[in-house]
């Protein structure tokens, strides 16, 4: 089997400040990348920013500003961004480094080569904001100004010489290729989008612009710059070191298992990147996942509309554990969620402080008292425990499933499922009645420990910092956790010394 699994975020616009959007698809691309290595994976995880083309050249006009310092300035708060969200990323790209400009000119080298681009001329419409092409049937009047459907962002009119990409000729070839790999698109109903999409018919690329220059030359025509879009996705490719196919990296990650994107952008990964790489001979990766968005309202959270959720804010106030879970757990993976400072409190003292929290803690202050603070001998379990700690195993390839098929709800509602389970375990067990029956105290008191054992692990993903904390109590270390011991009902060594464990989730007290 292979063990190696390649997962991607989206690169960012450095146009402006990340918003809470940015930092979900960064979050959940995070909770895949911890949960695959537990699981045994060699995980190579990528996020950075995308940094041509003609919306970032006028966003630093705007400042006055060169592109580049511009670039530099913005992308770090990204780069900041991945060390605040505690984001296990392997490398992040900057598509104005070289490496990455030797990628996507080796890869248009070839698609010129391959009679995959011609020169003519674009006349149409074009939006800055999403680095787009429209046609007139995707465009609307809204008081006097031509906007897309879609995404609402204006766009205008751009008549120039461009080179085109023979997108035209690959219509079927994709249809064969969503076929072939049914698991290509996720969610389904987007993947019925996509292919009913290319079904209506597709247009050849307009796949340079000559009208600005902040971007990526086309090699044989300095006067033209590659296509944005052409340029970011490659990002994929140039960080596995791209176009050396013999290098260690690429061997090893290309292709992708899993390009996880907002759904505003699956055109671009779900058609014209398969495409490009069919064209170019290059294996498409294996899967796009395009999430919903986080709302605003009820709108899109956007730089343009103003509606900006500051993630730095909320972490500032509520602490990042608790923003990665609420994102995880409240968001309907695939649908767009909307977030709210009431959800966020509600979900940190039910679930974290109330469930979570108060497991571990209490728990462990009954060791503190009847166990020496270690870990007891176990006797015989009786049903009741066997029923509860056999959960885990019975539901193992099930847990596999959800993270292979990007069911994150499911995974976390098996989660919660158990932190209710084992507080009434505990309660049902009555433990601090059980003193006179050393053994069976002890027992109960082992189960316990297993249970927080057990599921902390599955919480690892998802919040990585607290979850650590709890194992260390055990022993357990992040270059340590195996995905695979939740299946072990017996872990734990009698006689270890427990550690400490300072309160994880303040309760948000509510002032009504
Ligand atoms: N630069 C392109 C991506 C190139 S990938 C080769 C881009 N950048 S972006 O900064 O505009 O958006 C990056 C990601 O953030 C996208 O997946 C987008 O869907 C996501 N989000 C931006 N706003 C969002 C929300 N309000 N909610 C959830 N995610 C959204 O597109």
Redesign the pocket.
């Known amino acids: 089997m292979n063990k190696n699994y390649y997962i991607?975020?989206?690169?960012?616009?450095?146009?402006a400040k990340?918003?809470?959007?940015?930092a979900?698809?960064s979050i959940i691309a995070d909770f895949f990348a911890r949960l695959k290595r537990i699981q045994g994976f060699n995980v190579y995880f990528l996020t950075g920013?995308?940094e041509h083309g003609q919306k970032i050249q006028r966003a630093a006009e705007e400042k006055k500003m060169d592109p580049l310092l511009f670039c530099d300035e913005i992308s770090k708060t990204f780069r900041d961004l991945s060390d605040t969200l505690n984001l296990s990323n392997n490398d992040f790209i900057r598509t104005t480094e070289s490496r990455h400009a030797k990628s996507v000119e080796n890869l248009w080298n070839i698609l010129e080569e391959k009679g995959e681009i011609y020169l003519s001329k674009y006349s149409g419409w074009y939006s800055v904001s999403?680095?787009a092409f429209y046609t007139e049937s995707e465009i609307e009047d809204l008081d006097g100004t031509k906007k897309s459907i879609t995404s609402g962002s204006k766009v205008e009119w751009v008549e120039e010489e461009s080179y085109f990409f023979r997108l035209s000729n690959w219509q079927d070839k994709l249809i064969e290729f969503y076929n072939k790999n049914p698991d290509f698109i996720l969610p389904e109903t987007r993947k019925n989008e996509v292919i009913s999409f290319v079904k209506s018919g597709l247009k050849d690329l307009s796949v340079s612009r000559k009208s600005f220059n902040w971007g990526i030359k086309v090699p044989s025509n300095k006067d033209h710059v590659i296509y944005?879009?052409l340029d970011?996705?490659t990002?994929?490719l140039s960080a596995l070191n791209y176009p050396n196919e013999s290098d260690e990296l690429y061997k090893s990650f290309w292709p992708a298992d899993l390009?996880?994107?907002?759904?505003?952008?699956l055109r671009?990964?779900a058609i014209y990147?398969p495409a490009f790489l069919l064209a170019a001979d290059i294996r498409p990766p294996k899967r796009v996942f395009?999430?919903?968005?986080?709302?605003?309202g009820d709108e899109?959270?956007?730089k343009s509309k103003g509606n900006?959720l500051d993630p730095l804010e909320i972490i500032g106030n509520y602490g990042l554990d608790p923003l990665r879970y609420y994102l995880i757990k409240e968001v309907s993976f695939g649908n767009?969620g909307n977030i709210s400072q009431e959800k966020l409190e509600s979900c940190i003292n039910s679930d974290l402080a109330n469930n979570y929290g108060n497991l571990c803690q209490r728990v462990l202050a009954f060791c503190d008292k009847n166990s020496n603070f270690e870990v007891p001998d176990n006797n015989i379990f009786t049903d009741d425990d066997k029923l509860i700690l056999d959960e885990y195993s019975k539901h193992y390839d099930n847990l596999i499933k959800y993270s292979d098929n990007q069911d994150v709800n499911l995974y976390i509602n098996f989660i919660v499922e158990q932190l209710f389970a084992a507080n009434k375990y505990f309660n049902d067990q009555e433990p601090w009645k059980k003193k006179k029956d050393k053994l069976r105290m002890n027992t109960i008191i082992y189960v316990a420990l297993e249970l927080i054992r057990k599921v902390t692990i599955l919480l690892y993903p998802i919040i990585p910092g607290s979850s650590l904390k709890v194992l260390e109590i055990f022993g357990i270390k992040e270059g340590n956790i195996n995905f695979e011991t939740i299946k072990d009902n017996n872990y734990l060594k009698k006689g270890h010394k427990l550690g400490k464990l300072d309160i994880l989730f303040k309760k948000i007290e509510k002032n009504d």
């Open positions: 991607t975020t989206p690169i960012y616009y450095p146009s990340p918003h809470m959007g940015h979900y698809s920013t995308d999403d680095e944005v879009w970011a996705l990002n994929y390009h996880l994107i907002g759904k505003d952008i671009f990964h990147w395009g999430h919903g968005w986080i709302l605003s899109k959270m956007s900006i767009d």
